[in-house]
């Protein structure tokens, strides 16, 4: 597998520091955590069709962590059937590791409040960083890395899967607000995390240039 290009590196790390911009500003309650939020809610959560919120629910809800599990299991009995057991193992390790264990962890550490805004779905535990944006990023990212690199020579697919799967990324994590359970931070820290350690997680996997 080709190594990680130093243009995806700059923006790993890159996310990385913005993360920890992200995390900064929440714990020390910077007055700009609070604008960008509020702005970003307003843009969201206006009002619309009955249409768009019922689908906005939908999407939110294909991101709980039981359909998470059964698409998780899916992905790793194809991958294993193929014979691709470090594939397997880079999912394993996103979905449960750093999006289960990790965003747990980090939950309990920074304990932000859910918005007290009027919510469409039912949510517990805390609000930083957003479980669903890190899992999204973290599941179709590995999705996206896998694509472009077996399909590599199928562009017309590759482009329509990696176009979808980016899409659904970003549509998870503004469902997340529209439906009032994280704020906008919550879910571009969840973004930003899981990039990084998407990219820690490749890297560890094939830095000496084993196969995907």
Do not use: E
């Amino acid at each position: 597998m080709p190594k990680i290009s130093r243009w995806r590196w700059a923006l790993t790390w890159g996310a990385g520091l913005l993360f920890l911009l992200d995390l900064g500003g929440i714990v020390t309650h910077q007055a700009w955590i609070t604008t960008l939020d509020t702005s970003l809610i307003h843009l969201i959560r206006r009002p619309v069709s009955t249409g768009v919120t019922q689908g906005m629910i939908a999407i939110t809800s294909a991101g709980n962590p039981r359909c998470v599990v059964w698409i998780t299991l899916l992905l790793l009995a194809v991958l294993v059937i193929a014979r691709r057991f470090r594939a397997a193992l880079m999912i394993l390790i996103n979905v449960a590791g750093w999006a289960g264990l990790g965003n747990t962890v980090i939950k309990n550490l920074v304990q932000r409040p859910r918005p007290t805004v009027h919510r469409l779905v039912a949510a517990s535990s805390y609000s930083f960083p957003s479980g669903h944006s890190i899992t999204a990023m973290l599941l179709w990212g590995a999705v996206i890395v896998l694509t472009a690199y077996y399909l590599a020579n199928h562009p017309v697919w590759k482009t329509l899967i990696i176009g979808l799967a980016s899409f659904w990324i970003f549509a998870i994590g503004v469902s997340r607000v529209f439906v009032g359970v994280h704020y906008p931070t919550d879910v571009l820290g969840g973004w930003l995390l899981g990039f990084f350690c998407l990219t820690l997680t490749q890297w560890a996997l094939t830095r000496k240039g084993s196969d995907l």
